[in-house]
């Protein structure tokens, strides 16, 4: 790590650092090994591995001291057995563009789930200044044209037959989102879907559950995306392989609504705290009415939350200590929500540039990483697991999980049409 990093202001001299944790989850998107979470007295986690099953080399660290609205996930969703998938090598694409992000995956089935063949990431700040001037900028809709042109030409390339295109929050909000939509489907022929905040929590489920702990009480899968945070209460449901969604809130703070509103003053220590309990503050009464219908939920003995953001991915990548981003070690992590408190802590009192420097953040994340701790905060809070699961995956994995749910279900269809043809019966 650079030299740069500035010294732990809560670690005494000598302390030992303890060990790491993880559990990963292979690129195939199958569920990782879980972890005996459960022992007396929570234990050490094992440190993570490298791919070649040696012990990670120890890098500098970061230091780790310190009535309701009910929906359930469609039936079809659930049905998302193996089947052959569409021929000639042609593949399904999910894209998501958020408020922070532009994000796209392109995969082809394999058994019950599915293998990435190509993926495309930029960080587009759509949203930039739209939480104080309603609208999208015209830079910000620039920068996102040029990412959408690659993706189009990445969906063109790689014969892809099925795909769905989402916009989130920064054009749910926005006065002119509508207007740029038409613009992104006339100038790349890519048809974005405005979905509204339950479709975006719906989609994050079912595209991220399988990484929750094993458990037999509820849990809450969380999103923390750039315009908006979505809050989901979940429980198991036996019929099925996904989740029942209980309950859900979405609030409009995210990693860059919540910076433009508060601000970016961060002229000393003091003030760089004083601006992170602001926001923790804001996070928290938005999340007032959720936090009331969940309380009870919140006592059981066995809760269980689960994140999916960028937010908690670069916080596992400290945690790790990790010389640059690796989603191998970080899909799939389980945590201690402690040790991300913790890490929490100390970004909000660093400048921008100690943040900067720090590995698996850099120049695009070193100005919202500290929203994103107060909303984590924020969650702990309101429901305080001992654990926190990883995930690097969402709506993206969610719509392709729909989209070969839906084949699955025609081919069915297909199939009974036939046997009811071929019996003489006739077709409804």
């Given amino acids: 790590m650079a030299e740069t990093l500035p010294p732990d202001r809560n670690r005494s001299a000598g302390k030992n650092r303890g060990g790491k944790s993880g559990k990963v989850a292979d690129f195939r998107y199958k569920r990782p090994p879980q972890p005996d979470s459960r022992s007396q007295g929570g234990g050490r986690e094992p440190r993570a591995k490298a791919a070649n099953g040696e012990a990670r080399r120890p890098v500098r660290p970061l230091a780790k001291n310190g009535a309701a609205m ?73 920068r996102t044209l040029a990412a959408l042109t690659i993706c189009a030409d990445k969906l063109q390339r790689r014969n892809v037959r099925l795909a769905r295109s989402v916009a989130t929050e920064a054009c749910r909000r926005a006065s002119n989102g509508p207007e740029f939509i038409e613009r992104v489907r006339r100038e790349t022929g890519i048809a974005l879907d405005i979905i509204s905040a339950e479709e975006e929590a719906r989609l994050a489920v079912l595209g991220c559950h399988i990484l929750l702990e094993a458990g037999e009480g509820p849990a809450v899968i969380f999103d923390i995306g750039g315009g908006s945070t979505e809050l989901v209460l979940v429980e198991a449901d036996a019929a099925t392989r996904v989740p029942r969604i209980l309950d859900w809130q979405s609030v409009p703070w995210g990693v860059v609504s919540l910076t433009d509103t508060v601000g970016r003053s961060e002229d000393s220590e003091t003030a760089r705290l004083a601006r992170f309990e602001r926001m923790r503050a804001m996070v928290s009464d938005s999340f007032t009415p959720f936090a009331a219908r969940v309380a009870e939920a919140a006592r059981h003995p066995d809760i269980r939350l689960l994140g999916t953001s960028g937010t908690v991915t670069t916080l596992a990548s400290l945690y790790l200590e990790l010389p640059s981003y ?54 702990l809070d309101l429901w305080p697991a001992r654990r926190l699961g990883v995930a690097d995956r969402g709506i993206r994995e969610g719509i392709l999980r729909s989209i070969m749910a839906a084949e699955r279900h025609s081919e069915r269809s297909l199939k009974a049409l036939n046997k009811q043809r071929g019996t003489g019966r006739p077709a409804r």
Avoid: H, W
């Avoid at 495309?120 to 739209?130: A, I």
């Avoid at 991300?340 to 590995?359: D, F, H, K, Q």
């Fill in 326 to 379: 690796d989603r191998k070690a970080v899909d799939g992590l389980i945590v201690p929500a402690q040790e991300m408190r913790g890490i929490s802590a100390r970004l909000a009192v660093m400048t921008p540039y100690e943040r900067a420097s720090l590995p698996c953040i850099g120049q695009d994340r070193a100005d919202l990483v500290v929203a994103g701790c107060a909303i984590l905060e924020a969650i």
């Fill in 70 to 142: 009910a929906a359930r996930v469609r039936p079809d969703l659930a049905d998302i057995g193996a089947f052959k998938g569409p021929a000639n090598g042609e593949a399904y694409a999910a894209l998501d563009l958020g408020t922070n992000n532009c994000r796209l995956l392109i995969a082809r089935p394999s058994g019950r789930d599915f293998t990435v063949i190509d993926a495309f990431s930029r960080v587009v700040k759509l949203g930039e200044g739209l939480a104080t001037c309603g609208r999208l900028s015209d830079a910000a809709m620039e």
